[in-house]
């Protein structure tokens, strides 16, 4: 990765952790006003204030700071120093702890509620597409192939649920092969209904088919799609690509003297030759060119392979019947939206569950490195990509929080309710070990994600 792209992959990486983060502790702002709560400042980023102002009846003030990766919100709390006679009514340890409870709970719920009205914004906007689960490739010796599934067999039903887009499909893989690995599917092949018992049995292998992109290649089959022109429809800022100046809607029509019909068969020419120097020869409009690209090189499934760091256009043509476009209207993009993002947070429960028992991948778990680099080819292909990584962001981030972490707002919101329940606060000491535990418990899980980010980087490069 050049100087350039990282500073590309880091600027979006703080437009979106400053935004989210924003948006979580508005959340906690704006249900404390509203329930009495004194709140003594709002800001944006973090360190000295660059501009603050004091406003309303609390002369709360509102400050922009810095360093701009989220904000914070400070509210008027007794064990943080003297409190006037007359506020002590209004602190935080003061109030009902139910109140307290929905403070700390909006936080989460405002990084939910932002993920639900942005994607319905986009549903509303172009619809719903949902591919037909069709079969395409399937790797000869694979699990797939063993169980007897076949190119152009159409998914119907897996363990008795139907199913009728790929993105169900994927969904339903991944949590029976995180479970007991066994997946009952019902297949429609030449309009004729096949059973086929697809079952990975070793604990081991179930693990590594839960591992990012592991699942498809695991089995050993894709879903099919149509050829895709060898047209590119994005670029990497300072990519091998870029810096040969290639641009989007350029078409390819040959490497190394190579004619290219397709971008499988560009991809099929480019990657078998990372850090080699290639000619490529491409259509812009009617003049056709030919410039060196040279591909740098990536660890892929435990291989090197090249890569010119472009995108596809993807204006695929399927034939008809296997693609669906429904449109909605504002509601029904609320409520498709709003199932969405459930059906999302259960699945991360889900799988943090499994992964604490051992039966998911710790390769799952994303740092700071990885999130910048998908913020940055997420902005870097247009504004519908970058608003999906938003939302997906979002909902990790909501649902990171309701954690029962002491030092997270699901860790506050437990002692809260112990304190409802017994009738008084915790001890301090208690609370202190609880923080201790908290903290323990971050760096461990800080340790696991840069260690992921730090294998990833070093597989690109070894």
Known sequence: ????????????????????VTVHEFGHFWVARRLGFKVQRFSVGFGKPLVSRKWGRDAVEYCLAPIPLGGYVKMLDEREGPV?????????????????????????AFNFLFAIVVLAGMLWASGVTRLAPVVGNVAPGSFAARAGLQSGDRIVAINGARLDSQRQVTFKLLDLMSGNGDAHLRVSRAGVAHEVDLSVTNPATR????????????LGFQFWTPPMPAVIGAVTPGGPAARAGLKAGDRIVAVDG?????FEELVGEISPNPGRKLSVTYRRGQ????????????MVGGRRIGRIEAEGRLTLTYPAGMLRHVTLGPLSALGHATHRVWSMTALQAHLLWRMLLGDVSLANLSGPLSIAEYAGQSASAGVSSFLG????????LGFLNLLPIPILDGGQILFQLIEWVKGGPLSERAQILGQQVGIALLFLLGAVVIFNDIARIARQFN
């Open 1 to 20: 990765m050049n100087v350039f792209g990282l500073l590309w992959y880091v600027l979006w990486f703080a437009v979106a952790v400053s935004l989210l």
């Open 287 to 298: 003049t056709v060119r030919t410039v060196a690209v040279t591909p740098v090189s990536v």
């Open 389 to 396: 990584f938003l939302v997906l962001i979002s909902l990790s």
């Open 84 to 108: 006037a006679p007359q506020d002590l009514p209004r602190s935080f340890t003061r109030r009902p702890p139910y109140q307290r409870i929905l403070v700390l709970l909006a936080g989460p």
């Open 258 to 262: 190579h004619p290219v019909k397709n």
């Open 207 to 218: 693990r590594s088919l839960t591992a990012p992109t592991g699942l498809f290649r695991g």
